[in-house]
């Protein structure tokens, strides 16, 4: 069990690349790019959070280990040890591509980077009850350890996404035709 879920995580970008390399041949030369784009993104963004949540980890287990009453012995078996470190560290990679998901939909045209930041209050409630879901701790140590990451790159992401409705507006000025510029003024006029 445990040499499978370090093979998954050690072997990420093979398999990420094998899914792109598969779909690839279906789409166009733009739909590669931003698809190796993501997958480029994705990569990093899961390891990073792979590896922020086995830095995290020591803290987890020293709460988990410290909650043992006075005169009892917490000794896990070592199967549940292992699960329970290779979904922790698992967990932190995935919620880590968060931004990868919202960049995605901004693309998609599901949300705008305005209607990102106009969110943020719900979106960073929402960050910390996943977080506090999610974290197999009780303690808020761990908590924060995954929400706070998680908003800077909730503000990331809707930044990127500000910046690419900026530059679609500027490209699609740029591709209209001229009498679309008239202004109402303009054209009550004509």
């Known amino acids: ?83 329970f470190v290779t979904r922790f560290i698992l967990i932190f990679g995935l919620t880590w591509l968060l931004p990868v998901f919202l960049v995605g939909a901004n693309l998609l045209h599901v949300v705008s980077g305005r209607t990102l930041l106009a969110g943020w209050r719900p979106a960073v409630v929402m960050i910390f009850i996943a977080a506090a879901i999610i974290t197999p701790t009780p303690d808020p140590y761990t908590m924060f350890l995954m929400a706070v990451p998680l908003i800077v790159l909730f503000f990331g992401s809707a930044g990127l996404a500000l910046a690419l409705d900026a530059w679609r507006a500027r490209k699609e000025k740029h591709e209209r035709p ?5 202004s109402d003024d303009q054209a009550s006029a004509l």
């Open 1 to 83: 069990s445990l040499a499978i879920w370090i093979g998954v995580i050690i072997s990420s970008p093979v398999w990420l690349y094998e899914a792109w390399a598969f779909l690839a041949p279906g789409l166009t030369t733009k739909e590669k790019r931003i698809s190796l784009l993501f997958v480029a993104a994705s990569v990093p963004l899961f390891l990073a959070g792979c590896w922020f949540g086995y830095m995290t980890l020591p803290k987890a287990i020293q709460f988990l280990l410290g909650i043992t009453p006075d005169g009892a012995a917490n000794l896990p078996e070592a199967d549940m040890y292992f699960k």
């Open 178 to 182: 001229a009498w679309m510029d008239v």
